[in-house]
């Protein structure tokens, strides 16, 4: 009777898969959601032509409001990100210390995700520009 060897994902390995699915997902709806806007801009005519989305309609006030709203979500995410860094070395470090390779392992890969984070948090003024300079019909 013939066995096969059945091997079980490991957390890191279910990790990757999972985000090279998603990845891709992304790269694929990007690249239908160009080609299509292209086919679909031929065929229509734009009903919101020369309409700019702007808020200060509202007054200055609710314009500084939103900003200053919005910073302080985006400095307390980077601010929480960066804490999450901390703890993650931190602990990394103590099982490095102690020997104990199992908690090493999984301090790892919470270090590295936190830095991901991190890293992701920091980059979204780039992106959010990014876009927006894309969707910019004059651009």
């Known amino acids: ?3 096969e060897s059945v091997t079980t994902p490991t957390p890191t390995t279910r990790t990757s898969h ?17 080609l299509a806007g292209g086919v679909a801009a031929a ?38 990100a960066g804490l999450w860094v901390l703890t993650s070395f931190l602990s990394s470090r103590k099982a490095r210390k102690r020997g104990m390779s199992s908690d090493l392992s999984e301090s790892g890969e919470d270090l590295k995700l936190s830095l991901i984070i991190l890293g992701g948090v920091a980059a979204v003024s780039p992106i959010v520009g990014a876009v927006l300079l894309l969707v910019q019909p004059g651009a």
């Open 43 to 80: 065929q229509t005519v734009n009903p919101y032509d020369g309409v700019n989305p702007d808020i200060s309609l509202f007054g200055p006030a609710l314009n500084q409001t939103w900003k200053r709203i919005l910073a302080a979500i985006w400095g307390a995410s980077i601010a929480i």
């Open 1 to 3: 009777m013939d066995t």
């Open 18 to 34: 999972r985000a090279r699915r998603v990845l891709g997902v992304l790269a694929l709806t990007a690249a239908l959601t160009v």
